[in-house]
């Protein structure tokens, strides 16, 4: 139940392309949804997050979809640059536990 | 405002060696955590504390981990006797809690190497 389940593990899309990065959870409890950005040799970083009362949040050309019937939420990164490749990952908490994280996508775009 | 500060960046040692892994959290950060990458399993948080106080330790593999918080600024992570498959990136984050935003405040790691 505490697992979050990220889809897929690695990502090539050309630059300018729509990235779209899924998780999945269990865990109805889940009240707070962030997403980290990794680049190699650094420690993650946080992106945007969402909570479960809102369908979407939007910030510059990150957007995170939540379907909290589906329990899934994704990460879309719009017109992608080769800036944004890196490692991403999903996240889930609630209550003052420390964050589950999904496995991690890794994002390559390509010039 | 510095960071997360970890240190060494990076470990080489040897099987049956102890090894230290330190931190220093965010200042005005109460919680601290201590997270391993592998590129099989992932993140796994390890053990987090909250004022100073281990709050959840179930992630620690087993009892050649071991981990304190003696203050507020100052966090070690201790491996004895390591062993290769402790390879791996150890990470520490600190946060605000409180603020329940998830946020964390990731260290650039400790890349451990047990031959």
């Known amino acids: 139940q505490q697992q979050v389940k990220q889809s897929p593990q690695s990502l090539i899309v050309q630059k300018g392309g729509i990235s779209i990065i899924n998780c999945a959870y269990e865990n109805t409890a889940f009240d707070y949804f962030p997403w980290y950005q990794q680049f190699p040799g650094k420690g993650p970083a946080l992106l945007i997050a969402i909570r479960p009362d809102v369908s979407e949040k939007k910030e510059g050309r990150f957007t995170i979809s939540f379907n909290k019937s589906a329990k899934q939420f994704s990460l879309h990164i719009m017109d992608s640059q080769p800036g944004d490749s890196a490692t991403y990952f999903c996240a889930a908490v609630w209550g003052r536990r420390a964050l589950t994280f999904g496995s991690g996508t890794r994002l390559q775009v390509q010039p | 405002d510095a960071g997360v500060i970890q240190s060494p960046r990076h470990e080489v040692t040897e099987m049956g060696q102890e090894v230290t892994l330190r931190c220093k959290p965010i200042?005005?950060?109460?919680?601290l955590f201590w997270y391993r990458q592998t590129m099989m399993r992932g993140l796994e948080l390890l053990i987090y504390f909250n004022n100073n106080v281990p709050i959840d330790d179930s992630g620690m593999p087993e009892d050649r981990f071991s981990a304190k918080m003696p203050n507020a600024s100052f966090s070690t992570l201790k491996i004895q006797p390591s062993e290769p498959r402790d390879s791996a990136v150890y990470f520490c984050a600190s946060s605000r809690r409180g603020e329940n935003t998830g946020e964390l405040f990731f260290g650039e790691g400790s890349r451990l190497t047990v031959l």
């Open positions: 200042s005005g950060h109460n919680s």
